[in-house]
């Protein structure tokens, strides 16, 4: 299995209140990405960074920001959490985005906001 | 990027081919066919992609028709684990993974 963690794994928070997932990787990917999973909707891409300071948004980046410092280390920031970001977020990391080239995700991390 | 058919849910039993079917009647020349799955509560998992040719690896076959409109993945001998939604995604050269609802296949005894 590629080497991608994120943290927290579970996450309770109250509205308002800011959150940042943390997402790791130890495969040197230049590719890092954030998606969250709604029932009935699949994954969405939230935003992607291709590489250190390099960041883009997906179809759903309303709400929340990145930042990615160090190749291995992409964070995903709530700045003010609300009910509609309940939700499981994967990361994911490929070597480019080109055909061909496939994403490997980490386990998820399953955020409620009260 | 194309947009995917694929039906809701399938059943297989156990030790059977498990065949499933998509279609990407609009695909372009240059996109691939990618699919991953999901386990329960589990990340995504890549299984396989193809351009043009039949693809196999140690997890399924890809079998693409000659006008790449729709494309089949093979799970020759399926098991109880390999219960689980299938995604089917075709993917140029951007940087989106665009999920559909996928297939809920059920391996049975």
């Known amino acids: 299995d590629a080497g991608i963690t994120q943290s927290p794994r579970h996450k309770v928070t109250e509205t308002g209140t800011p959150v940042t997932l943390r997402c790791h990787q130890t495969?040197?990917?230049?590719?890092m990405y954030w998606y969250r999973q709604d029932p009935g909707h699949g994954l969405r891409l939230i935003h992607y960074?291709?590489?250190?300071?390099?960041?883009d948004k997906g179809e759903v980046s309303d709400g929340y920001s990145v930042s990615r410092s160090k190749t291995e280390d992409f964070l995903l920031t709530l700045e003010s959490a609300t009910s509609s970001q309940t939700s499981v977020y994967f990361c994911?990391?490929?070597?480019?985005?080109?055909?061909?080239?496939?994403?490997?995700f980490g386990p998820g991390t399953r955020l409620t906001v009260l | 990027d194309a947009k995917t058919t694929q039906p809701t849910s399938m059943d297989c039993a156990e030790g059977r081919a498990a065949n499933l079917p998509c279609n990407h009647s609009?695909?372009?020349?240059?996109?691939?066919v990618y699919w991953y799955r999901q386990i329960h509560s589990q990340g995504p998992q890549y299984i396989i992609h193809?351009?043009?040719n039949n693809e196999t690896n140690e997890m399924a076959s890809l079998i693409i028709t000659e006008d790449r409109k729709s494309s089949t993945l093979i799970l020759p001998h399926a098991t109880l684990r390999d219960t689980a939604v299938y995604y089917c995604?075709?993917?140029?050269?951007?940087?989106?993974?665009?999920f559909g609802t996928g297939t809920r296949l059920q391996v049975f005894p």
């Open positions: 994911a990391i490929s070597e480019s985005p080109g055909g061909g080239n496939e994403q490997f």
């Open positions: 495969e040197n990917h230049r590719y």
């Open positions: 960074s291709y590489g250190v300071k390099d960041t």
């Open positions: 609009t695909i372009s020349g240059n996109e691939y």
């Open positions: 193809g351009l043009k």
């Open positions: 995604i075709t993917k140029y050269n951007t940087d989106k993974l665009i």
